[in-house]
Structures are given as structure tokens and as C-alpha cells.
């Protein structure tokens, strides 16, 4: 994926893989949500926030039942730039994998759960495996 991002305008894997987060979701998402895959701090992820939020690509929202509580969404040009600038990285990542079967993709899949989970019994940090979908 970082070989098929753009580099102009400073874009990196943690800001590209938090825009193509937003533009998966429906609906705005807590920081703590969004920095857990990435394995960043909260500290990180308002810098990264702060960043993106700066050049007008994503927005603070209030939480719908809890006004003390801050939600990231795209904003329009955010989405836009995900569309013309990351959607054809992400399409050619993605594309790696067509030519394996689905019991393929999930051997693979669980093996790299186990060399993560190996990495942290190691003492690496490694950002913990995705929840259910």
C-alpha cells in the first residue's frame, strides 16, 4: 500500500489508512476507534487529527448523546480526496489478493494473527487484532 500512496501533500500510511477508515464508515467515529488499528496513542491521534482537521479533510462532531465527547468525520473534500488519491492505492492493495481462493485468504489471515500475536509475547508493540465486523 505505501509503494501506491501519493506523496505529495505529506500523505503517509497512518494519515492514508485513517481517511480510508472514515470513508468505510456511515458514521463519524471516535478517536480511540480510529487510532486502535493504527496502534497510536491518544496523543498521536490528535496530532493526526489536528493535521488532517488543518487542511480541512476531516472535522470534529459532537457524539450524538454525549457533548463531552468528540467524533472524526470527512469532511466533503476529505472524501473527495479519498476518491481521486487513495481509492486506486487502496483498489491495486486489494487486488493482491484475487488470486486467492477464500480458504487462502483466511490461512493467511490467520496466519498473520499468530505472527502478530508472537511479536507482542515478544514484547513488540503491535496494534491488537480487529474486533468482530
Known amino acids: 500500500m505505501q509503494a501506491n500512496i501519493p506523496t505529495d501533500a505529506g500523505m503517509t500510511v497512518p494519515r492514508a489508512t485513517l481517511l480510508m477508515g472514515l470513508m468505510l464508515k456511515t458514521e463519524p467515529a471516535g478517536m480511540g476507534e480510529l487510532g486502535e488499528p493504527l496502534g497510536m496513542s491518544p496523543r498521536n491521534m490528535t496530532v493526526l487529527v489536528d493535521g488532517l482537521e ?29 476518491e481521486l488519491h487513495l ?19 483466511g490461512q493467511l489471515l490467520r496466519l498473520l494473527l499468530k505472527t502478530a500475536d508472537a511479536l507482542r509475547a515478544r514484547g513488540i508493540d503491535m496494534p491488537p487484532p480487529p474486533g468482530p465486523s
Do not use: I
Open 54 to 82: 488543518k487542511e480541512g479533510l476531516v472535522r470534529r462532531v459532537v457524539h450524538p448523546s454525549d457533548r463531552r465527547v468528540k467524533l472524526v468525520e470527512l469532511t466533503p473534500a476529505g472524501r473527495q480526496f479519498v
Open 87 to 105: 481509492g486506486p492505492s487502496y483498489a491495486a492493495t486489494a487486488s493482491l489478493f484475487d488470486d486467492f481462493t477464500a480458504e487462502e485468504r
